[in-house]
């Protein structure tokens, strides 16, 4: 497992927005973003999949959007309309083998099997 760094959380009220960044391989195919609150089970966000498109779990649809530098191998998750139930500490994590990357959206992908994988972010979002 190879660990990669997000950067981008912090503390924002109800409303407002965020963008976190991970570097990722630069030979993955798949990647994206899922999040955990205490005492919660880790939940897939959004995934950018092997074929280029988005995918996004249903709390995240229309408020967050998933997209990647590919010059820097930068991934990105913005995230817009904030509420406080979107407070958690947000992961990053990306696959690099395309059989793997075909079986599913990214963000329904088990985080702890993944290659890489990010030690998380806060994000707080206050109301």
């Known amino acids: 497992q190879i660990q990669l760094m997000e950067s981008g959380g912090g503390s924002v009220q109800a409303g407002g927005s965020l963008r976190l960044s991970c570097t990722v391989p630069?030979?993955?195919?798949?990647m994206g973003w899922f999040r955990q609150v205490v005492e919660k089970e880790r939940e897939g966000v959004a995934g950018?999949?092997?074929?280029?498109?988005?995918t996004y779990a249903n709390f995240a649809k229309g408020r967050f959007t998933i997209s990647k530098d590919n010059g820097k191998n930068i991934l990105y998750l913005q995230m817009d309309s904030l509420k406080p139930d979107d407070s958690a500490i947000y992961y990053c994590?990306?696959?690099?083998?395309?059989?793997?990357?075909?079986?599913?959206?990214?963000?329904?992908?088990?985080?702890?099997?993944?290659?890489?994988r990010g030690q998380g972010t806060q994000v707080t979002v206050s109301s």
């Open positions: 630069a030979n993955s195919l798949c």
């Open positions: 994590a990306a696959d690099v083998l395309r059989s793997r990357c075909l079986k599913g959206p990214f963000y329904e992908r088990s985080f702890a099997h993944l290659p890489y």
């Open positions: 950018l999949e092997n074929d280029g498109n988005a």
